[in-house]
């Protein structure tokens, strides 16, 4: 029997023969991923042959990481650094690996690092962890309601057992019940080590719901109830944390800022508090800072992190002041930075590679060393951004910067 090639299996998808997105029963992934980009380009305008231009075997993404899979995009990765890092979890020199199209960004970085270097290099801490799932469950009124919440303060090692019999990196740190009416929120927080964790805590969090159902009146609704919160823009999460809140922070003596940033501590520390933070308060905005999500999107891509949960990675607030011998002081505190080193799409080559280039790559010695070290790392990316973005708006840059670089 001839093997199957893209064109046969594309006529027999059309033919009713094959579905779509089963090809790979038939067929390696490559050539199941070139069959689709065939019927794929009968509704495009023009080929789609640029996106089977990839450097990885599909059979790597099939299955743990997409579905229909009809290649690959390629987004340029630069760096910015090194820069000196003085961490918990990561401390020395390192490159930050960083994948945008938006040009003068990964310029912007580089020049923060520059200065954090010429400061003597930045602090970073890892400062609370926790990956959280919150079922919501229905009970019968508030005094059922109550009951359950009494229950669950009574029994949370009984919960940590059950949900710890899931998996062998995973811990319960504990259980938030929140109570709206007939609702009742579990909000289950782990320590995920260097998993970013949600396929973990999903799992292990619907053996608890389990126990939950068998031993009380209360009805299991939504393994996710939106309190947990995840991949939407929600103050629990700036406030209580959720993945790793992570703080970095940088003191720049006064020529330095007026030397290579071509501005001053005072214009920096007003530009902070008037943008930053009144800006932010008027805009009703949950991150209070200047393009925090910059760094974070592009070391997400860089290294396989989650993207929709940059939502979350951007939650962060910049302060900057003047000190008492007139240097500049600036920090970032991120709460609720969710990454991993290992799982998810950490492990697909150029992704890979990426955490290599951190030295972060896979499980740490101990658990969770490399997740704290990722977090460090992409908090004092976006320290160095905030720092040489806040010093464009001060010497007026920011346009000409993107007329030069960005078009
Ligand atoms: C563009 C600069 C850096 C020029 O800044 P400069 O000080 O005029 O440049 P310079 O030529 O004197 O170089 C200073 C340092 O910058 C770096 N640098 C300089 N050029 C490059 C380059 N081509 N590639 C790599 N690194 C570069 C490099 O570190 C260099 O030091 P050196 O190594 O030469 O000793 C500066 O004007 C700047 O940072 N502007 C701000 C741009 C920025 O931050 N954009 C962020 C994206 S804006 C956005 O997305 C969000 C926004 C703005 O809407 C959010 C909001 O509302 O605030
Ligand atoms: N399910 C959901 O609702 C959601 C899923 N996601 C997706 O979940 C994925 C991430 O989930 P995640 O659970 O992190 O990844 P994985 O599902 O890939 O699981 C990672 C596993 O790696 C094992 N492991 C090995 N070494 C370590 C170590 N040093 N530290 C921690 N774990 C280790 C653990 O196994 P063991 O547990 O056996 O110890 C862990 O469960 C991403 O693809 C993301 O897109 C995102 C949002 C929601």
């Known amino acids: 029997m001839t093997e199957p090639t893209p064109a046969s299996l594309a006529d027999r998808v059309r033919d009713g023969d094959v579905r779509f997105h089963e090809l790979e029963e038939h067929v ?10 065939l019927l794929v380009a009968e509704s495009a305008d023009g080929d789609v042959d640029a996106l089977g231009e990839y450097a990885f075997d599909a059979a790597d993404a099939h299955g743990s990481n997409i579905e229909n899979m009809i290649g690959a995009v390629q987004v340029p990765m630069g760096v910015a650094g090194p820069v000196s890092i003085d961490g918990g979890a990561l401390s020395g020199d390192r490159y930050l690996p960083m994948a945008t199209t938006e040009g003068a960004l990964v310029a912007s970085i580089n020049r923060g690092c520059s200065v954090v270097n010429d400061a003597g290099g930045a602090t970073a801490r890892v400062t609370k962890t926790g990956m959280t799932r919150a079922p919501v469950f229905r009970v019968g009124d508030v ?5 359950l919440v009494a229950w669950v303060r009574d029994n949370e090692a009984t919960l940590r ?8 990196h995973g811990e319960l740190l504990d259980v938030t019940p929140y109570v709206v009416g007939n609702n009742v929120f579990l909000r289950f927080r782990y320590d995920t080590k260097d998993a970013m964790g949600m396929n973990m805590v999903t799992i292990a969090t619907r053996e608890a719901c389990d126990a939950i159902e068998d031993e009380t009146d209360a ?11 995840d991949k939407k823009p929600a103050a629990v999460n700036a406030v209580e944390g959720r993945g790793r809140s992570v703080a970095a922070d940088v003191e720049v003596p006064r020529e330095i800022v007026e030397e290579r940033l071509h501005t001053t501590p005072e214009s920096i520390a007003e530009i902070n508090t008037r943008k930053n933070l009144v800006g ?6 949950l991150g209070f800072n200047a393009h925090v999500a910059n760094a974070v999107a592009a070391m997400f891509l860089a290294t396989g992190q989650d993207e929709a949960q940059v939502v979350e990675g951007a939650n962060a607030i910049t302060t900057a002041e003047t000190t008492p011998e007139g240097d500049l002081y600036v920090s970032v505190s991120l709460a609720s930075l ?7 799409g950490t492990g ?3 992704q890979a590679a990426g955490l290599d280039v951190l030295g972060v790559r896979g499980g740490g010695d101990p658990a969770g060393s490399n997740g704290d070290a990722l977090a460090e790392a992409i908090a004092v990316g976006a320290l160095a951004g905030e720092l040489s973005l806040l010093a464009a708006l001060g010497s007026r840059h920011l346009s000409s910067a993107h007329a030069d670089l960005g078009r």
């Open 219 to 229: 009805s299991l609704v939504a393994l996710s109830g939106n309190l947990c919160s």
């Open 338 to 344: 969710e990454v991993g080193t290992v799982g998810g």
């Open 161 to 168: 057992e059950v949900a710890e019999s899931t998996t062998s």
């Open 348 to 350: 697909l080559p150029t």
């Open 280 to 285: 932010s308060a008027k805009a009703g905005a």
């Open 143 to 147: 005094a059922e309601a109550e009951a």
């Open 28 to 37: 390696d992934a490559d050539t199941a991923a070139a069959a689709r980009r």
